[in-house]
């Protein structure tokens, strides 16, 4: 009995934690820069693709934003 006692107030606290949480306004600013870094492999090659066959800019150019693509050698 004493269990589910403990268990029922976990549950409503964590219940309650979440509410407050969802009820808050978000506040988070908008981005017109982005800079993503790629290195060779071969899940990151597509990054390398885009930006030389003018994709990224098209996208980019699209929404109004900026994306900066650096290659990290190791």
Request: charged share 20%; net charge positive.
């Amino acid at each position: 009995m004493l269990f589910r006692l403990k268990t029922l107030r976990a549950g409503t606290l964590l219940l309650g934690i979440l509410a407050a949480g969802l009820a808050l306004p978000s506040s988070a600013a908008e981005r017109t820069s982005f800079n993503v870094a790629w290195s060779i492999y071969v899940g990151w090659m597509p990054w390398d693709y885009a930006d030389r066959s003018g994709i990224l800019k098209k996208w980019a150019d699209k929404y109004g934003i900026k994306i900066n693509l650096t290659q990290v050698n190791e």
